[in-house]
């Protein structure tokens, strides 16, 4: 059975609309990529290299250096699903991602977003 079609989606064409969600909302790029650096273990470089070579969804999660052992106190709704009750555990890796940008936009402190974990200073 085939993947979602957002597996096959490139990092880098969805990255500008977190942006732009956040940015809308007073919140900055360099925020967002924290929290996606938080999920993922990327550091800047690495996420920018991800943008660069147009990674899809699937190697972005795939390759990530090292998934955050919180990310499972993640919850919520999102894309009108429970994140914590999605089974495919890709599909519920970029709803983490979506779940994180969407409560920065919101105005949500970030050691909540990071759940209690210190910010990196990159």
């Known amino acids: 059975m085939p993947g979602h ?10 990255y500008p609309h977190y942006v732009a969600k956040a940015e809308r ?21 690495g996420l920018q290299r991800v943008i660069d ?8 999660f ?6 955050n052992p919180n ?19 890709l599909m519920q ?4 991602m979506d779940k994180l940008v969407d409560e920065l936009a919101r105005g949500k402190k970030m050691s909540a977003i990071l759940r209690g974990s210190k910010g990196s200073t990159a």
């Open 62 to 67: 795939g390759e990530a250096p090292a998934m």
């Open 25 to 45: 909302k007073g919140r900055t790029r360099q925020e967002v990529d924290e929290v996606i650096c938080w999920l993922t273990g990327h550091d800047p470089s």
């Open 5 to 14: 079609r957002i597996f096959t989606t490139s990092f880098a064409s969805i």
């Open 71 to 89: 990310a499972s106190l993640i919850t919520g709704v999102i894309c009108g699903h429970r994140v914590e009750e999605i089974e495919d555990p």
């Open 93 to 96: 890796q970029v709803r983490y």
């Open 53 to 60: 070579d147009e990674t899809d969804l699937q190697t972005f």
